[in-house]
Nanobody
Framework: EVQLQASGGGLVHPGGSLRLSCAASGFTFDEYAIGWYRQAPGKERDAVSCIAGRDRTTYYRDPVKGRFTISSDKVKNMVYLQMDNLKPEDTAVYYC??????????????WGQGTQVTVSS
């Protein structure tokens, strides 16, 4: 059974940092692309950053380039999203998800539960 457990969200001031973690199990890391997605109130859920399980190729959506860093640890089956210089527009529920065919798929195979990130002064 695939399980994706996201954690690390919270309330942070603008300019602050958070590190999200996704504990993954039930699948072979190398065979999937793993991504972080977010959904703000009233908006669609979109990919923020993704990493290929096999070669760790990464992708970042333009609004987070230079501020967010995605990484993975195959030994621990963990995926991280380091978020620096956070802005109020980063406020959203963040999800980790995996897909076996597409990098940063808009409809990944499996979703984890979300973790709330709120950036506010």
């Amino acid at each position: 059974e695939v399980q994706l457990q996201a954690s690390g969200g919270g309330l942070v001031h603008p300019g602050g940092s958070l590190r999200l973690s996704c504990a993954a199990s039930g699948f072979t890391f190398d065979e999937y692309a793993i991504g972080w997605y977010r959904q703000a109130p009233g908006k669609e859920r979109d990919a923020v950053s993704c990493i290929a399980g096999r070669d760790r190729t990464t992708y970042y959506r333009d609004p987070v380039k230079g501020r967010f860093t995605i990484s993975s640890d195959k030994v621990k089956n963990m995926v991280y999203l380091q978020m620096d210089n956070l802005k109020p527009e980063d406020t959203a529920v963040y999800y980790c998800a995996i897909d076996s065919l597409m990098f940063c798929s808009s409809r990944p195979d499996y979703w984890g539960q979300g973790t709330q990130v709120t950036v506010s002064s």
